[in-house]
């Protein structure tokens, strides 16, 4: 039997399922790709034993062995055959071809490589052939609530179950216990169903830039992308009830509530620069200064040094209750989490923060927010904080939670000369524009 293609069609098969190889192979025939053709087309399969990836590729020509249900199969080392076809022209035909037991020639020009092979039997076939909870056709939203989800992804062992992303609903959700984003993703599922997709999965169905359509089993999920199919398992656990974590937020008891708008390209490159500072990790708080309506961020390394930038185009607003405002406040957050949150919203739009605090901590007339398992928000559409839980026809807007750190002692005294500089700028500013009137 044979299968002709070019190297081109080969190359870019390979290339695809070349994430779903495991690093180190312990079982052999999880380091070969097993390569069919049948009825004009043909078919390059990878596994992981998680993950089954089957990209489709076009064929010139093949000649079917009546001991493989009519189709060509070919077991092959995924590295050497990459390695071969990744030297030659795209156009460049190539032709597989058996040789003897155990053998296959790879055949080119005048070139004829003769590489081991496996049998055809021994390849696993664990992913099942009917998917029986759901199917359906995805849009652009599955897409976008992938990318928006993916950074906040665990990646711990012990809380296994926070490793992927959750569908609950018409949410997609993931978290890793210090931040969660949530984020519609056009998918209805029946109620009671959770299921949790691994990051190794997510990471695939990004990098295939769409999705079709979903087929969703007990333990298994099947996604048709431009270049084949990606099955994978499913997270075999309860993801957390992150709802009960969203709708602490609407609880205004003895809480002060705050809203920062920040311009986020200007944010994300401030937090870089901050974390030049960071060093290790007990020493990754920013601290987010507020006074006199502008706001500033500042990081202390007894190691590095001291940084400070204030932020031209924020600025913040008090909508709590009016007995309860502070004026100035800082909060302190890992920088590292503040930048990636800033990551997952495209483009340069501008960008609201909901700050909840605690007026226990009033050290230098600034209350800090030590959060004690308050969250902070933050979303990108209108000027009023997102409800908890949204119901109706309307899409759940998107929205960030990170969790606060502790305020650090060595914060102290610099932020009450940040606080200072800001207000000395908010009454600069006020004077010229009197001056200018």
């Known amino acids: 039997m044979h299968i002709e293609t070019t190297a081109g069609q080969l190359k870019k098969a390979l290339r695809l399922v070349k994430p779903v190889i495991p690093r180190w192979v312990r079982v052999p025939v999880l380091a070969c790709v097993r390569i069919t053709a049948s009825g004009g087309a043909g078919r390059l399969d990878a596994t992981d034993l998680d993950v089954f990836y089957s990209v489709d590729f076009a064929v010139i020509g093949h000649a079917p062995d009546g001991l493989a249900g009519g189709g060509a199969v070919f077991l092959i080392d995924h590295a050497v055959l990459l390695r071969l076809v990744s030297n030659l022209p795209t156009a460049e035909m190539v032709r597989l071809e058996t040789a003897q037991e155990g053998e296959a020639v790879l055949r080119f020009r005048d070139a004829r490589y003769r590489l081991p092979t496996m049998p055809a039997d021994k390849w696993p076939e664990l992913a099942p052939a009917e998917f029986e909870v759901w199917s359906g056709d995805v849009d652009q939203r599955f897409m976008d609530a992938l990318r928006f989800c993916r950074p906040m992804i665990s990646t711990e062992e012990t809380r296994y179950y926070l490793n992927g992303v959750c569908l609950d609903g018409r949410e997609m959700v993931a978290t890793d216990g210090h931040r969660l984003a949530s984020h519609a993703s056009g998918v209805g599922l029946p109620d009671g169903v959770r299921p949790i997709i691994p990051r190794h999965a997510v990471n695939l169905m990004v990098s295939a830039g769409t999705i079709g359509r979903i087929e969703l089993g007990k333990t298994w999920l099947r996604m048709h992308v431009p270049a084949g199919t990606i ?149 990108r559409q209108g000027d009023a904080e997102p409800p908890a839980v949204q119901d109706g026809a309307a899409d759940p807007l998107p929205r960030v939670i990170i969790m606060p750190m502790r305020f650090l002692r060595r914060l102290d005294g610099v932020v009450s000369e940040v606080a200072s500089r800001l207000a000395a700028r908010a009454a600069d500013a006020g004077a010229a524009l009197e001056a200018a009137e």
Request: glycine share 10%.
């Open 231 to 379: 099955s994978t398992k499913l997270i075999d656990g309860t993801f957390p009830d992150w709802r009960r974590l969203v709708g602490e937020r609407n609880d205004g008891d003895a809480v002060s509530l705050m809203r920062v708008d920040l311009d986020r390209a200007e944010m994300r490159e401030a937090l870089t620069r901050l974390t030049a500072l960071s060093g290790d990790a007990t020493n990754r708080a920013a601290g987010l200064v507020l006074a006199a309506g502008r706001v500033a961020l500042t990081s202390v390394n007894p190691d590095a040094g001291t940084g400070e930038e204030a932020l031209r185009k924020a600025s913040w607003l008090w909508v709590g209750p009016a007995d309860e405002r502070g004026d100035p406040m800082v909060a302190s957050f890992n920088v590292y989490y503040l930048r990636d949150m800033l990551g997952v919203w495209r483009g340069n739009e501008r960008v609201h923060m909901w700050l909840r605090y605690d007026r226990g901590d009033d050290r230098h007339g600034l209350p800090a927010y030590d959060g004690l398992g308050r969250p902070a928000c933050v979303t």
